[in-house]
């Protein structure tokens, strides 16, 4: 019903920046949640930051200073600006949307991107 399409994942040097994107199409009334995680091989999937409609944003403690969530809700799109970036940054990288379908609709579905290869060398 609704697809997510990530962009912007690639490689940079440590202390470089890298832009993600992640667009929804499909079935969506609105949007509340938008949200970037990240999967190192073997391990869990980590939130990395969350932008809800009503303007808050949270980060991980990792990220704080060094990461900013934006989202433009009239292109159904959130952003993920990643600067002074890390080796210890280099995971996927995958956004979550959690969307309310119609307007008869009470209570969100989640939707995961594709995920995008972030790759940082020291």
């Known amino acids: 019903q609704v697809q997510l399409v990530e962009s912007g994942g690639g490689l940079v040097q440590a202390g470089g920046s890298l832009r993600l994107s992640c667009a929804a199409s499909?079935?969506?009334?609105?949007?509340?949640?938008m949200e970037w995680y990240r999967q190192a091989p073997g391990k869990q999937r980590e939130l990395v930051a969350r932008?809800?409609?009503?303007?808050?944003?949270n980060y991980a403690d990792s990220v704080k200073g060094r990461f900013t969530i934006s989202r433009d809700n009239d292109k159904n799109t959130a952003y993920l600006q990643m600067n002074r970036l890390k080796p210890d940054d280099a995971d996927d990288y995958y956004c979550?949307?959690?969307?309310?379908?119609?307007?008869?609709?009470?209570?969100?579905?989640?939707?995961w991107g594709q995920g995008t290869q972030v790759t940082v060398s020291s």
């Open positions: 979550r949307f959690g969307v309310r379908n119609t307007i008869l609709t009470t209570t969100d579905t989640n939707y």
């Open positions: 499909g079935r969506i009334f609105s949007i509340n949640a």
């Open positions: 932008s809800t409609n009503d303007g808050t944003t």
